[in-house]
């Protein structure tokens, strides 16, 4: 994966993480782990992700390998959700600077759920977790630069938890089955 920045992932700040930990359980009755990423979370996170990318309309990767999962997803700090059931990610969320140096104060976050969890709320809790930690890791504003303009899902979520729409981006990408698509950016300020 290639980036127009450079962001060196050893200059994270160090924040304490420790309270993240939560058990939320779903209207359905499962049960989740919301968490900070751990090493055994990889291979069923990755394979979210695989499955997102390989869907061809929310994430601009055309395709993915363990090593640009790692260095796109996993280079700054990321969340997921476990099932308390089998242990395996459901969903996870990413936030790291989206720009460098002097910019670096902005975050910019993603979030990937697994296809069988989609349409169950998840979504919303993991807009307000991206937010509440891009508080706490002191990030000042939550800048979204490549929201396609037919992903009405991140969408919605986006106005329903204030952020503005900024910009946008004509023929962003080239999306599976929909051909060339506008891009959204979305904007919040943090520390109103």
Known sequence: MTSAYVLDSKRKKKVDLSDVYEKITLKIGECLEFDVYREEDF?????????VVNEGVTFPQDSVDEQSFE???LSHYCFV???????????????????????????????????????????DLLM?????????????????NLVFATNM???????KHGLSKVGRLPKAGKLKGLGYVDAIQFYKKLND
């Open 81 to 123: 959700l476990r099932s308390q059931i089998d242990g395996k990610c459901v969903a996870g969320i990413y936030i790291k600077p989206n720009f460098p140096g002097r910019s670096s104060h902005i975050a910019n976050g993603g979030m990937v759920v697994r296809k069988d969890y989609r349409s169950k709320g998840l979504g």
């Open 128 to 144: 307000r977790k991206l937010l509440t930690l891009s508080r706490k890791l002191e990030f000042e504003a939550v800048y979204s």
């Open 43 to 51: 291979e069923s996170l990755y394979e979210i992700f695989v499955e």
């Open 153 to 159: 899902a991140i969408i919605k979520l986006a106005e």
């Open 71 to 73: 260095e796109y997803f």
